[in-house]
């Protein structure tokens, strides 16, 4: 899929969640799964909790496939990342996670998780997950802040390079949930210009993230669905 190979390796799970929506499936977790990344003390929910709180429908967007529940880092489009990671190569490798929604250590890999992707007909896609965390890491994944040197960068897939500028709009946000950073991506390819807006925000127990990838991508249409997503996870969630 050509939008693949537009990204760099930080954002190649974003676009992977939606490009490879078709080929998602439902795979509820193990108890084992749910139980072992729970910290002591925590408020927890499981994967399939979560799957419940997603969003069931976005105006104008038709959901790709069935949502997908488990262990966050054993989600398939989590793993898919894993492999293009070796296929792209960063003018600044320190910047390989720089637009990246969320960390991939500690326990984020072992946390419960819920992912859906809806698409629209021009080509636009939106991205919900929801990670049960506990409320320090959550903190810790809304603090995360782009470094001046990664505000641009440039990757090479297949002998293609692209360019991309990093838009850290969290200073001046309008807040989503219980506190959110809102990061925006946009990506030129020869005459091709592509836009990546994502929220992260956090509830009670639970990390968020909604991206939306497309030629007219929007930080307002990102935090208006980040909102929405928060206000149906609040509600369904105990």
Excluded at 207 to 236: D, F, N, P
């Amino acid at each position: 899929m050509r939008i693949k190979h537009l990204l760099p390796a930080g954002l190649a799970v974003l676009v992977g969640l939606g490009g490879c929506a078709g080929e998602t499936r439902e795979r509820p977790a193990s108890a084992g799964e749910d139980t072992a990344s729970a910290p002591a003390g925590a408020r927890t929910y499981t994967s399939d909790q979560l799957r419940q709180a997603l969003l069931p429908e976005v105006q104008q967007y038709v959901r790709a496939g069935e949502p997908d529940s488990g262990a966050y880092g054993m989600l398939k489009p989590v793993r898919n990342f894993a492999q293009l990671q070796g296929q792209v190569t960063l003018d600044k490798p320190k910047c390989a996670t720089a637009s990246q929604a969320v960390g991939s250590g500690g326990s984020l890999g072992s946390a419960p998780a819920a992912l859906a992707t809806f698409a629209r007909a021009d080509g636009q896609t939106i991205t919900q997950t929801l990670l049960a965390v506990s409320e320090l890491t959550a903190t810790e994944e809304i603090g995360r802040r782009v470094p001046a040197l990664c505000r641009t960068f440039r990757t090479k897939v297949g002998g293609r390079w692209s360019t991309h500028q990093v838009v850290e709009a969290t200073p001046d946000r309008r807040f989503v949930g219980d506190g959110s950073r809102t990061v925006g991506l946009l990506t030129m390819s020869g005459s091709t210009k592509v836009t990546m807006w994502f929220v992260v925000f956090r509830g009670r127990g639970y990390l968020g993230t909604i991206s939306v990838y497309g030629a007219k991508a929007s930080r307002r249409e990102a935090e208006r669905i980040g909102t929405l997503a928060h206000e149906q996870a609040a509600r369904v969630l105990p």
